[in-house]
Each structure stands twice: as C-alpha cells, then as structure tokens.
C-alpha cells in the first residue's frame, strides 16, 4: 500500500520534513562531547586531587564539539523546516553572545593592563565575572535550544534541570575569577606563563558540571532517535493523527 509523510499535528513536537544525515552528525558529534566530557569531570570529582589547573576539558572539548556540531547543521541547514531553522538561527544567536562574553572578558583584562592607574575597580570584577559566567553558561543554553522541540516532555526536564544546574554552576565560576581578576592581570601584565593557583579550585568546581552534561546526553539520545525515524507515515488516503 502506497504510504504518504504527514506533518506533525500542531503543538507536537516533530520535524514535519525529512531531516537526513547532517542534522543526525550534528547530533552524533554532540553527544560524544558530552559523553567525553562528563566522563572526564565526573572522574575529577570521584577522584579528589586528579584535578590541576589547565588540565581539566572544560573549554576544550565542548568548544572543539560545539563547532564542530553547528557546522553539520549549517551544512545541513536545507534539510529543515520552518521550526528547526527558526530554533537553530536562535541558537546561533545565543552562542555568539556567549562568544561575546568571551571578547568582553579579554577587553577588561587588556585595559586594566594598559592603564594600570585604573586598579581593580568592582566594576570591572562585576563585568568580567559576568563575562565569563555568560561564556560559560552561554554553551549549555545554545545544546538546549538545539533540540527542545525534538523531544518530549522528559527529555525537555532533562534540558531544563542541565541548564538550572549549569548557571548556578557559571555563576559560581564566574564569581571566583571576578574575585582573583588581580591576579589575572597582574600575570597578563608580566607576560607570566605561571598557572594561578585559583584555577584549581575553581577547575573541581567546574567538574560538577558532569550532571549537566550527562542530561544533555540523555536528551540529545531521543532526538537523534526522533530524527532517524522521521516524520510518522500513514497508508494513503487516511488523515493524518490527531
């Protein structure tokens, strides 16, 4: 019997098109990010003192995966429909502001450097936490906005408890070099290749960040799911599920 394609009905998340093997590589390549990554912090926190400064992935890894990622899904961009094209160009826009946070981040650095009168003023601890908290925090809510409307109502919690977690997490980072953003600049300013020695607490307390990966993980596990069965197909002639 002769099949047909029907779109979701509306309100149900669905794809409402065939969406092939970028979109499932994007996917793929996120996941073994997180997989890597989790693995890696949990490690960190089950094992107290394996931990040293500039050791930990937590920059590497979901950078290097989340790059990698967004280009199979702009390679794949004429796979989508409407509703995933809308929520990928949302994603991009939140992961270049928290790039943007990055560039702050090095702006306040580098003119507290050039103009050494200026101190440490709170302001600019204010702004530079904030900068790299957003960085931080900023990744983990382009993952979610990727596939929320993938996946059901369980997947959806998982999203939002890993972003829960994952800003109280960034606030918690972005706090502790606000506070050492002295000792920042002081290094910066003696061209001093010295690892500070605030960066390993601060690299424990980022491990935890091993929960909101592992949900990230769960969540991404039903869209790659959802995206390789493909939209629900009825025999033809029938309407389509209500």
């Not at 939140?94 to 440490?120: Q, T, Y």
């Not at 059901?152 to 972003?163: D, E, F, P």
Request: charged residues 10%.
């Amino acid at each position: 019997m002769e099949t047909k394609a029907y779109p979701p009905p509306p309100g149900v998340p669905g794809l409402g098109g065939e969406l092939t093997a970028n979109l499932r590589a994007s996917l793929a390549i996120f996941s073994a990010g997180f997989a890597i990554e989790g693995a890696v912090e949990a490690y960190t926190v089950a094992t107290p003192g394996s931990a040293h400064p500039g050791t930990s992935l937590l920059f590497l890894v979901p950078a290097v995966c989340t790059l990698a990622g967004l280009l199979f899904v702009f390679v794949g961009r004429h796979e989508w429909n409407q509703v995933h094209r809308d929520r990928v160009r949302q994603a991009n826009a939140v992961f270049a502001l928290s790039l943007l946070g990055g560039v702050v981040a090095a702006a306040v650095v580098g003119i507290l450097v050039a103009e050494p009168d200026l101190g440490i003023p709170l302001g600019a601890e204010v702004v530079y936490g904030a900068a790299i908290g957003s960085l931080l925090f900023g990744t983990f809510v382009t993952y979610a906005f990727l596939v929320f409307h993938l996946v059901g109502s369980a997947s959806r919690a998982a999203l939002l408890a890993s972003l829960v977690w994952s800003f109280a997490i960034s606030a918690y980072v972005g706090v502790a070099f606000a506070t050492h953003l002295g000792t920042t600049v002081s290094l910066v300013a003696s061209r001093s290749l010295t690892l500070p020695s605030f960066l390993s607490p601060v690299d424990t307390l980022a491990s935890y960040l091993f929960v909101s990966y592992f949900l990230l993980l769960a969540a991404y596990g039903e869209a790659h799911l959802v995206v390789a069965r493909g939209p629900p197909r009825v025999a033809a002639g029938s309407p389509p599920a209500a």
